[in-house]
């Protein structure tokens, strides 16, 4: 595929309010969620950008927010996790929905699947649950098949990305997440830069570009929403330090 997309400027975030996702994007990508190595220069960069564009920056992920912020400790930075279903304000406060019914009884299914398959995983998450098989990559077809009959059941909507099927709450994505952050102080009236690598920060990318910024793809060329594209955590870290 031909690669349109060029690196972003380095002055891009310059009075911007800066988005960024997690996994793949400010991590590298390890075997299983908790693998994941966090250097201390993330949340020392994290902490210099939140200073330079006076409090304009939050974290989009799908992790939950409890497990991210105990990851990424740096005080006051809003986080939206579980791929935009909740959100911790810069004070502290918190935002999420009820516990969906039917919730409980998909995660003894998942776990039930996952028994039965080495290298299967279930992280569990406060409004949904995700199945991990990166651990053994033969098990794709049927745990997506297993999470699209649970999606039918239980109303919730399925959530796709690396190596990974889901579940989370119908009708919110990474985009009801920019858009919500992106309606308060202080990021409303600065272009919306958002930064990630996976299928779930397409609606992100639409959202910001909606609302006068654009997206930044991490990773290789493919058909995206992003104006601009950097090949990997590495580049993206770079950038950062330079913009
Ligand atoms: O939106 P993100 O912050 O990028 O979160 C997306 C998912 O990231 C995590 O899973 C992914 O990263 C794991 C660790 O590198 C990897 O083992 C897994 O295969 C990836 O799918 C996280 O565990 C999920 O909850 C997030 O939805």
Redesign the pocket.
Known sequence: MNDPLPPPPADLIDGASLYL?????L???????D??VVEPLVPDLLATLTERLDGRLA??????IDG?AAMVPVPGLPISGS?GVETRWADGRREGPDRADGLDAAIAEMTAFAAKRQGVLV?E?PFGV?L?Y?GDPGAETDAHALVAGLAERTGLDV?T????V?LRPAGVD?GHALRRLHAANPFAGHDPIFV???D??EAAFVAATALGGCGILVGPARATAARYRLDDVTAVRRWLKGA
């Open positions: 996702d997690f996994d793949g994007t991590v590298e990508i390890a075997d299983t969620p693998a994941v974290l989009i992920s799908g992790r939950a991210l791929h992280e998450k995700a991990h990166r959530q990305g690396k190596m990974v889901e990474k990630g690598d996976d779930t920060d």
